[in-house]
């Protein structure tokens, strides 16, 4: 038995794809590799496959994370081979690793880079980070409710480039505590005068384990 971890891209192709659909992808792609995948007991069997964190629809990445298990001892190099030649355009395997630790469940911070085509500049983004609070209302369970998003933005940095401002953007990210970078380009939006964002695109460049992680 192969307690594996897998990292992933999602790209431009799958950008819309939610989170329950690509868990389904995943589960299809495994299927077809013809591995034994391990299955829960009882009734109702299911994959026994868990992701590190669900990324919001119309999100690309180059750092997402699975874990399965397989009844079968091979290389991880065949495993990543053998998934990459089944997998749908958009995702692609770049790790495949037996290291399950850190858990997933350590994860509380992600890196993200926003990209805006706007004709504001990158001081009128900074000017919003540097507030001492940053409200805006967010749909949960109980309705719609102003929060102060401003403690989960722990860094971001912003450069000029032509007609775009890039945004390095570090946040809170876990279980526990989540921001979604779309409510900050809302925030933009409200705290900005004259806010000029005619289109944006958001990016995970990384989950960040609470230690250095490497495969």
Known sequence: MMNLRVKFTKGYEVKYVSHLDLMRT???MLKRTGYKVKYSEGFNPHMNLTFALPLPV????????AEFSIDEQISCEAVKERINQVAPKGIEIIEVSEKLAPKFKEIKRAEYTV????????EDFKKVCDLSEILIEKKTKKGIKEVDIKPLVYSCDFEKSDDKIIMKLTCAAGSEENLNPDLLVKAFEKYIDNCDISYYSIHRNQLVFPVEYEF
């Open 26 to 28: 995943f589960q299809r």
């Open 115 to 122: 990209t805006f085509e706007t004709k504001n500049s990158a």
């Open 58 to 65: 119309g999100v690309t990445s180059d750092g997402e994370y």
